[in-house]
């Protein structure tokens, strides 16, 4: 029996994305990173900076999944309080590691910006994590046990998801196709229910669109088998045409 790809959910932490002042961006690039690595994208929580909510799901999903990712709340402000709740979580004692505080001391050394208390703050990690790398900002993220914790700022977040791969155990690549066709839902329901049957190995999604003043369906298709999934994406094809105009 083929082994089943690793696991995974994203906690989106922070009151500026649940309030639509800061649109994130992040979770579309760690979606398309895992499917490249064959780790399955199951779950994403959008949550406030509030302790006890960070704590509650963090607990929840690092029992429910291979890997839980987070983002968001590792700065130096009041408001980031990512590190110390995800500290609480695993009941561990929060320290402040002499090494990163070196490399913070460097960093800010000959800048016009000075090494205060506050920024000192994101040298301060769960008692025995491991540093995820940060070659932009210096200041990283961690991992301890199957949660990694990384920055909310696309950028960083993306120089630390490097990092973060060298621990992910990598399945099966999910490959997908799609196809669109100037044909209603509704008229191939039925149909694409029966295929979808025919196929459970391949993630079948339906997703309206209009165009001008034209409707239209488009059919995404996902899975690791590729001899299936290109089965399953002529039979969509078939169906499709027979009912409509394909565009792609």
Do not use: C, W
Request: aromatic fraction near 8%; proline fraction near 4%.
């Amino acid at each position: 029996m083929a082994q089943k790809n690793p696991t995974s959910s994203l906690i989106i932490i922070g009151n500026e994305i649940l309030s639509g002042r800061t649109q994130d961006t992040n979770l579309n690039f760690i979606a398309k990173e895992l499917g490249e690595i064959g780790v399955v994208f199951s779950e994403v929580r959008v949550i406030p900076d509030v302790e006890k909510t960070i704590i509650d799901t963090v607990n929840e999903l690092r029992k429910k999944y291979d890997y839980v990712f987070t983002t968001g709340g590792i700065g130096p402000t009041h408001d980031d309080i990512t590190t110390l709740s995800i500290t609480k979580a695993f009941g561990l004692k929060l320290v402040r590691s002499a090494e990163v505080v070196e490399k913070l001391r460097n960093y800010y050394e000959g800048s016009n910006r000075e090494l205060n208390e506050a920024r000192l703050k994101m040298a301060d990690f769960p008692e025995g994590a491991e540093f995820l790398d940060n070659p932009i900002s210096t200041a990283p993220g961690f991992k301890i046990d199957n949660v990694f914790v990384m920055a909310g700022i696309p950028n960083v977040m993306q120089a630390m998801f490097g990092s973060v791969k060298t621990y992910l155990k990598h399945g099966r690549k999910i490959l997908s196709k799609e196809i669109a066709a100037y044909v209603g839902e509704s008229a191939i329901a039925a149909q694409l229910t029966s295929l979808q049957e025919k196929y459970p190995d391949v993630e079948m999604g339906s997703y309206p669109f209009v165009r001008g003043i034209k409707f239209g369906t488009s059919i995404a298709m996902r899975s690791t088998d590729d001899a299936r999934l290109q089965s399953a994406h002529l039979e969509v094809y078939k169906m499709l045409q027979a009912s409509g105009e394909i565009i792609n």
